[in-house]
């Protein structure tokens, strides 16, 4: 549940600081009139991700056994790709992401209302089918339809909250740290669910393996346990993972953590003459 909790957390405040920074400038340049496009664009946004889901639901359902498992671990590994990429580019542009916002919304006045709705749905609908893709994910990894959505609505409440108190100018954080911290966490969450879809790719018979065990303490920590739910639901940790799961998990973990920790360069200023 906290998994989902920090993955709607996450993706829903980047998705209502992008709203509040489009708002906020409209509102201080005087263009109020152009406010219902952008609410046009998050419904369209919303409504998409919504569908997203419930498309993924209803549709792997139809599905044989071994189709289920290869579409979750598919569409896994999808999940974690997108993810990945997310948290490497808001930490890159968290530092001035107002100013290419609002670069991006003086093209789209200049445009006209269409451009209007596809900035703020464009905006507002990566985030959402992201967290569509990840939240479907843990709930086939976990057989659990109800801890991870709630999970992932608290989080998204949470955000929401959050977003409109950064608009009212009530809450000041270092938004780099934010992201760098919350970042990090989520790379470790995707480095489960990674493990995951390989997994589900074995049981699929697509990838070999899926009786090789590196380890096996179930009986240490047994899945049905109140810890072993909490560390699944978590971490999607797996008491007794095959060899390649676990390659895979270490071949993704260590190299993602380093690079996303490591220091970021500086900008370079050009010198003038």
């Not at 496009?37 to 998409?48: D, F, T, Y």
């Not at 992932?152 to 760098?180: H, S």
């Not at 007794?240 to 220091?263: D, I, K």
């Amino acid at each position: 549940m906290f998994a989902n909790y920090l993955i709607g957390l996450r993706e829903g405040l980047e998705a209502s600081l992008v709203v509040c920074i489009l708002v906020a400038y409209l509102v201080k340049t005087g263009n109020r009139t152009k406010l219902p496009p952008i609410w046009l664009g998050v419904g369209i946004a919303v409504a998409l991700s919504l569908g997203v889901g419930a498309v993924l639901q209803f549709s792997s359902a139809q599905l044989t056994f071994e189709a289920q498992e290869a579409l979750g671990g598919g569409l896994s590994i999808i999940a974690v790709g997108l993810v990945t990429w997310m948290v490497f580019w808001m930490r890159r542009t968290a530092r001035h992401l107002k100013a290419e916002l609002h670069g991006r919304l003086d093209e789209a006045l200049a445009i006209g209302t269409g451009a209007l709705v596809a900035t703020s749905f464009l905006a507002v609908g990566r985030e959402g089918i992201e967290t569509a893709l990840f939240l479907w994910s843990a709930v086939q990894a976990t057989n659990d339809g109800t801890r991870p959505v709630v999970g992932a609505a608290l989080g998204l409440l949470t955000a929401v909250v959050l977003g409109w108190l950064f608009y009212r100018g009530a809450l000041r954080i270092n938004l780099a740290k934010f992201f760098t911290w919350t970042g990090a966490m989520l790379v470790v969450v995707a480095a489960g669910v990674l493990a995951y879809g390989i997994h589900d790719l074995q049981e699929a018979d697509i990838l070999p393996g899926l009786d090789n065990r590196l380890f096996d303490i179930s009986a240490t920590i047994p899945p049905d346990s109140w810890y072993g739910t909490l560390l699944k639901g978590t971490f999607n940790f797996q008491p007794n993972p095959s060899v390649l799961q676990a390659t895979v998990w270490a071949l993704y973990l260590v190299p993602a953590l380093f690079l996303f920790l490591r220091p970021l360069r500086p900008a370079k200023v050009p010198v003038s003459a």
